[in-house]
């Protein structure tokens, strides 16, 4: 088995949550995640709050720097996340468009480093 | 005694056709393509040792097979790995062939299917399929492909290691996958096809040897898949071509399908490539799925072998299948070579008002089709400019003195 991290990551700012559309999504989503659950493939997912609640830490020098704020200025951010755990990466995958067509953004699929 | 004179030769074309089943068994042993792809180099190396003075064992595969798997558990037992799934493999002494997973048991099919997936990058695909199933080295494939050989190297390294931190599986798709799946196969055995195939005469003779890869994978894959159309229509396409192969350059120049000596034509490939082609038309009259792109082009490359003289050719014919084809795959290459097949039914004309929008203009053949249809229009001059913008479109020789000399020809006139 191996696990893997399947990220949802956004350009721009969330979509309204009020909107019919964003319902859906979360609707589909839940539902999808309880899948996950009874197949046994969970191990954690959650979704994050926008990037402007963010705060950096730099604890490498002698005195820890705390700032609003991302590192980078990279227009694509984090929104959320799965973890799973499964046979491979084919299953993997399967898994990661069932996720993509629940929340509605394309998802990158990267395995764990190793025990 | 010439048998002796040959052996090198011998254990080098036994080597290179069993690459693939040795790699490939020893992979699904141990879970590994470092552990196969190393125990199978010792494997040779122990043949050439051993071979000359003991002769070639009745079953070499086999032979092979045996010595990697115990220099594979010579190493995992030398560098006592821990990984339990080592540890289990040593613990296996049963020979007998693997348990089907997949529509089709064969590991080298197993194999093709990883080294073609869809999470590795199309020109790795490519390379590892012959570096694990043609048995190609390194040093080979990077000529082939006109890269350095330490791009190459890496290019291999980075994709089998992606293979093993992502956990891609050797296994065959299941049958809900295996279409798309099996087009990624195809698409790397074409690839690999047209790079031997585009090589001009006088080129590294390297190159030229990938398309006789591409033709004993694809005719691996009819084995193993014998019921796919589209199979069956890759290994037609690549044998129709290959059949044309010696006529398609001659002086170090470029000699276009109606210019070509069709007696010189290889006639057991094109009976072959025929009968794949008719088997594949049986299929779909029988109501099997419609033909795929590669049933389509073998059909149209069998119309054309079709004709003992180029002005025999079923123009009409090919261009309904080329309306076809390009149903299947809307491509402005398709819709170019479709034009080519209207030149001669409805005239040039009619070919230029669907040449001209298509833009191609980093393709040298879009230019060179431009450049004709305007000669055969009589226009010289627009002509012309086009034959020098498709000689500056292409690095290939035989191509640009092709070239060159049409293009001298019209202002000689």
């Given amino acids: 088995m191996t696990q ?8 721009g700012p969330y979509p309204d949550p009020t909107t019919e559309e964003a319902q859906a999504s979360f609707a589909a989503t839940g539902a999808f995640n309880e899948r996950l659950m009874e197949a046994g493939q969970w191990v954690f997912a959650g979704g994050l709050q926008p990037l402007d609640t963010a705060t950096a830490v730099d604890g490498r020098g002698g005195d820890v720097t705390v700032t609003d704020g991302a590192f980078s200025e990279s227009k694509e951010y984090l929104g959320g996340f799965w973890v799973i755990d499964v046979a491979d990466l084919d299953e993997a995958l399967k898994i990661a468009a069932e996720g993509s067509k629940a929340c509605g953004q394309a998802v990158v699929v990267r395995p764990f480093q190793g025990e | 005694m ?8 011998r254990i080098d074309r036994i080597y290179r056709e069993e690459h693939g089943r040795v790699v490939a068994s020893l992979a699904r042993r141990f879970g590994d393509l470092d552990i196969a792809e ?41 560098e006592s790995l821990r990984d339990t799934k080592h540890r289990a493999a040593i613990m296996i002494t049963d020979d007998t062939p693997h348990e089907s997973t997949g529509p089709v048991e064969d590991d080298r099919l197993r194999l093709m299917f990883t080294c073609c997936h ?13 570096r694990l199933l043609g048995g190609l080295t390194t040093e080979e494939i990077a000529r082939g492909f006109l890269v350095p050989e330490t791009t ?42 047209n790079e031997g195939y585009l090589a001009g005469a006088g080129d590294d003779p390297v190159r030229a040897e990938l398309s006789d890869e591409a033709i004993r994978l694809g005719r691996l894959l009819r084995t193993l898949l014998p019921d796919e159309g589209e199979v069956a229509g890759l290994l037609a396409l690549m044998l129709l071509i290959d059949a044309r192969r010696s006529t398609r350059v001659a002086g170090g120049e470029l000699v276009r399908l109606d210019e070509q000596d069709r007696g010189a034509w ?13 088997e594949c038309l049986a299929r779909v009259a029988g109501g099997g799925p419609g033909p795929g792109t590669y049933q389509l082009m073998a059909a149209i490359n069998a119309v054309h072998t079709d004709a003992s003289d180029a002005r025999d050719t079923d123009w009409g014919q090919i261009v309904q299948l080329y309306d076809r084809l390009h149903a299947v795959t809307p491509t402005p290459i398709v819709a170019m070579n479709r034009a080519i097949a209207v030149a001669e039914l409805d005239g040039p ?15 040298h053949a879009w230019h060179a089709t431009r450049a004709d249809l ?22 290939n020789s035989a191509e640009q003195t092709y070239l060159r000399r049409r293009r001298d020809q019209l202002s000689a006139r």
Avoid: C
Wanted: hydrophobic content about 45%; cysteine-free.
């Fill in chain 2, 152 to 193: 190459m190297a890496r290019r291999l390294t980075r994709a089998k290691a992606k293979i093993k931190a992502a956990n891609i599986p050797f296994r065959v798709p299941d049958s809900s996958d295996v279409t798309d799946r099996l087009g990624a196969v195809l698409n790397v055995v074409h690839l690999v096809f």
């Fill in chain 2, 2 to 9: 010439t048998s002796s004179q040959d052996l090198p030769a």
């Fill in chain 2, 118 to 130: 869809p999470a590795l990058p199309a020109e790795a695909r490519v390379a590892l399929t012959l």
């Fill in chain 2, 266 to 278: 290889d006639p057991e490939l094109i009976a072959e490539g025929h009968a794949l082609v008719r």
């Fill in chain 1, 4 to 11: 893997y991290m399947i990220s949802v990551n956004h350009i």
């Fill in chain 2, 374 to 395: 305007l000669r055969r229009l009589g226009r010289g001059s627009e002509s012309r400019s086009a034959y020098d913008a498709a000689i500056a479109a292409t690095d």
């Fill in chain 2, 349 to 363: 004309e009619v070919a230029l008002a669907i040449v001209d929008p298509l833009r191609l203009e980093d393709y």
């Fill in chain 2, 38 to 78: 190393d125990a199978a180099g010792e494997a040779l190396l122990a043949a050439v040792e051993q071979w000359p003075d003991e002769g070639i064992p009745p079953n070499p595969g086999g032979w092979l097979t045996s010595t990697a798997v115990h220099r594979a558990i010579d190493r995992i037992r030398r």
